[in-house]
């Protein structure tokens, strides 16, 4: 089996840091939901609260790193122009190297691009800076979360949120990924 340099970059991207954000959640969410005087100790809330301090600044990073590889060393692969004397109005084999121009040229595929491509373009891009808010809260607020039910929903509902728009960009991508692979 031979994987290119190409095919590597998309599955650290997607594979590597795209996934683990996403099994990463349950984690947090749990932690994050479970944070309550009435079923934790005092010495339980501290050692939750430093579990999740580490676990959200790590799942920021990670996605921060997911977003950065798609737009800097996936996407400009995906987004390459064919020669001139490439045909860009029909799905040939010669124009499936290029995947943007390959989508774009059936009816049947141009969607992947037009709606796929441009929420992992732009709408991704607010994950991170979702998840790097929750985690910065959770660094500030620590045990004051567990009394604090309103900024813990807060929280709550910005991770969620991530987590959704990661969520269907994963999804997206995966489609997208099958229909043109970046090769």
Known sequence: MHITDRELWTLVHG???????????AGGLAGLYSLRPQWVTPEGVSE???RLRWGMV???VIVWLTVIVGTY???PWYRSAPPKT???TAQTEELRQYPRYWL?????????????MEWKEHVAWISPFLATVAAFAVMR????????RRARNMIIALFLLSFSIAGI???????????????
């Not at 594979?15 to 959640?25: E, K, N, S, T, V």
């Not at 774009?104 to 796929?116: D, I, K």
């Not at 960009?169 to 090769?183: C, E, M, Q, S």
């Open 104 to 116: 774009l040229a059936g009816e049947q595929t141009a969607e992947y691009h037009n709606f796929g």
């Open 86 to 88: 490439v045909d860009t």
């Open 141 to 148: 607020y620590g045990n004051q979360l567990a009394q604090n």
């Open 58 to 60: 790590l799942m920021a």
């Open 48 to 50: 939750r609260i430093m």
């Open 73 to 75: 060393i996936v996407y």
């Open 15 to 25: 594979m590597g840091f795209g996934a683990a954000y996403l099994l990463a959640f």
């Open 169 to 183: 960009a994963g999804v997206l991508g995966a489609l997208i990924t099958k229909a043109a692979p970046v090769t």
